[in-house]
Each structure stands twice: as structure tokens, then as C-alpha cells.
């Protein structure tokens, strides 16, 4: 008998509300997913569309005015209703995030070794000498040769890819069972590109960590997820197995974007959908793709898309879902 792999994150109804004084918008509205024990879920979707504030909520530091509904349960609590003393307890020693700059983890002053010590010590209260063992083995998990001297690097002392290696060391160092990877790979050259994916690949092997990333690279997604979100206007669009949504999308907009990275040879924004995402405090009535797609229809104007079944993991938000999926096969 097999048995269903552990949930270690479980997301429901996630909505974050920006309210000003032009009125109130929802870079993420009603995210529901599940992240299973040692696997990876791509989020997909154009600049704009809700990644970043959907990857920054989960991580509890999304703007400080964002009013945060729904539920965000890791390790038998709903993070959503912790306390902020409680919430800034879990970040790096539950949920932990990698981002597209990896100066934006780590600090420009302190030496390697301070960097990934200092929260061993506080989270993990190891006292200094196994701290440091632990940061040598942290920097050896990110296969950095040399470990020893690069402790004793500054950051600039490194190359874009060895940063981005410590920021993930340094993710990884207080024990997160989820690591949010927000473009973890954009701002390299492309050769090291690989190397880290394939870094963060091994990384979720060597440890069972589960991972979200987040990118706007269908190749990346291919390469790593299990699980694929499409997010368009704040909202899941399309969600299946990465099989499923890849191979197989049903949704115009997923269809869209899957065209303009691989059929169009590059790994760029989509081009191949015309237009950009709304200003989502001006959000259209029904469906909010309606007026970029090339299937919409009076009812799409008009109301709400209901959410389509395909398989008990594939599903797409769009009425029209069924006959897109027949022209994208
Ligand atoms: N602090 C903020 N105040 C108001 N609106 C914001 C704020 N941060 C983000 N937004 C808006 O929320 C939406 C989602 O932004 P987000 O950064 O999550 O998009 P993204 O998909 O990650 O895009 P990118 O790939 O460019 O990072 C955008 O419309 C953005 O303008």
C-alpha cells in the first residue's frame, strides 16, 4: 500500500488586501494549494500578476498596511492567525526564502561565517564552535569548494552564483521544511543559471526540503516543479502537476504564456498575448483575461469564470477551458 505523501504546507483561500487612498486592490486573491513533503511547485505567470506578494505573505513579511485573510498551515499551525512575535519566530526556522538578488539576504559588512553563525546560534542556541562546524557543512551542502575560506569571505569577495549558493545556505540553516525561491536564478549569467537549479534540486533531495519557486520561465518551471500555479491578476488561473499544465493547458492564458517561452525559442515575457495584466484596481467585471483573450464572449464579460475540472489535480478557471485546451493540443 502506498501512502499519500505529507502535506507540509497547506494554503487556503490566501487573499492580501492593499486598501489606499484610489480604493482597495488584491495582488493575491483566494490562493488555495497544497505543497507535499520534498516536492516543488512552480508559480507561473507575467510580471505583475501576484507572485512576489504571494511568496512574501507566505514568508510574513508582505507590506505592512496588506490586510491578510485565509489560512497558511506548516507544522500544525495556521500562520495567518500567529501573533507577529510568534510569525517572526517561524521565518528561516519553518518557512525560509531565497531571493532573485541574493544581497537582499545577505549583509554587505559581515563575513560569510558571521552571517550564517549568528542565526545558528540564536535560532538553533548551538554555541559557537558548533555553529561553525554547521556553517561548514551548510557551505559544503551548496557545494562551495574551499569552504574554509570562504568563511572568511565578504560578499563582494564572491561571484554572483557563490552569493546566491550562501543565501541559500543561509536559507537553509536554521532547519525550514519550505524554502520560497522568488526568481532565485534571474539576476545570474546564464551557465550558473543551471548550476543552481540543479543545486536546488539536489538540495531538496539531500534534505526533503519542499519548495515554491517562483519565475516567469517555463524551462525553469519544467525543469524542477512537480506542481505548476498559474497566477494571473492575483488569482490561480490553472493548477495541475507539471505534466498536466504543460503539456496540456486548458487555459488561454497558460496556453499564452506557454507560447511565447517555448514555441517563440525564448525564455522571455510572453509576447505572444497581447496586451498586459489590468491594474488591478481597475479590474474588469466576469473573467479579468477576458479582454486580452482571444475567446472571450459576452457571458465572459459578465461573470465570474467558474473553476473547470480535468483530472483530482488539474484544474483551470475559464469557461472556455475545454475548447482552448483542443486548439493548444
Ligand atoms: N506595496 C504595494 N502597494 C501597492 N501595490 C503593490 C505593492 N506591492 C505590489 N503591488 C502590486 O501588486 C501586484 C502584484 O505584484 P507582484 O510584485 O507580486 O507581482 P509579480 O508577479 O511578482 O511581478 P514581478 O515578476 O515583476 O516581480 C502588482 O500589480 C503590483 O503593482
Known amino acids: 500500500m502506498t501512502t499519500a505523501p505529507e502535506t507540509v504546507l497547506s494554503v487556503r483561500g490566501l487573499t492580501v488586501e492593499l486598501r489606499g487612498n484610489a480604493g482597495s486592490l488584491r495582488p493575491v486573491d483566494d490562493v488555495s494549494f497544497d505543497l507535499a513533503k520534498g516536492s516543488v511547485l512552480g508559480v507561473l505567470g507575467e510580471s505583475g500578476c501576484g507572485k512576489s506578494m504571494l511568496l512574501r505573505t507566505l514568508m510574513g513579511i508582505e507590506p505592512p498596511l496588506a490586510a491578510v485573510s ?63 562546524t554547521r556553517a561548514l557543512e551548510l557551505l559544503e551542502l551548496v557545494q562551495i569548494t574551499d569552504p574554509k575560506r570562504r568563511l572568511k569571505a565578504y560578499p563582494f569577495e564572491l561571484s554572483g552564483g557563490m552569493r546566491q549558493r550562501v543565501a541559500i545556505a543561509a536559507a537553509l540553516a536554521c532547519g525550514a521544511s519550505v524554502l520560497l525561491a522568488d526568481e532565485p536564478t534571474t539576476a545570474l549569467d546564464v551557465t550558473v543559471q543551471a548550476r ?45 502537476t507539471c505534466r498536466e499544465v504543460l503539456k496540456n493547458p486548458r487555459h488561454p492564458y497558460t496556453i499564452g504564456l506557454l507560447d511565447a517561452n517555448v514555441r517563440g525559442g525564448q525564455r522571455t515575457r510572453p ?37 473547470r475540472r480535468f483530472t483530482h489535480s488539474h484544474t483551470a478557471r475559464c469557461v472556455h477551458a475545454g475548447a482552448s485546451a483542443a486548439q493548444g493540443e
Open 70 to 132: 485565509g489560512e497558511v498551515w506548516t507544522r500544525g499551525r495556521n500562520l495567518v492567525a500567529m501573533s507577529p512575535r510568534e510569525r517572526a519566530e517561524t521565518r528561516g526556522s519553518w518557512i525560509s526564502m531565497v531571493f532573485q538578488n541574493p544581497m537582499t539576504a545577505l549583509d554587505p559588512v559581515y563575513t560569510v561565517e558571521r552571517q550564517l553563525v549568528e542565526p545558528l546560534r540564536r535560532h538553533s542556541g548551538m554555541d559557537r564552535r558548533a555553529a561553525r
Open 196 to 240: 543552481i537549479l540543479a543545486l536546488l534540486n539536489d538540495v531538496r533531495a539531500e534534505l526533503g526540503t519542499s519548495t515554491v519557486i517562483v519565475t516567469h520561465d517555463v524551462g525553469v518551471t519544467a525543469e524542477l516543479a512537480d506542481e505548476v500555479l498559474v497566477l494571473y491578476a492575483g488569482r490561480t488561473i490553472e493548477s495541475g
Open 271 to 307: 509576447a505572444a498575448i497581447p496586451g498586459a495584466p489590468p491594474n488591478l484596481a481597475l479590474l474588469p467585471s466576469g473573467c479579468s483575461f477576458a479582454p486580452r483573450c482571444r475567446h472571450a464572449a459576452a457571458l465572459c464579460r459578465a461573470d465570474d469564470p467558474p473553476v
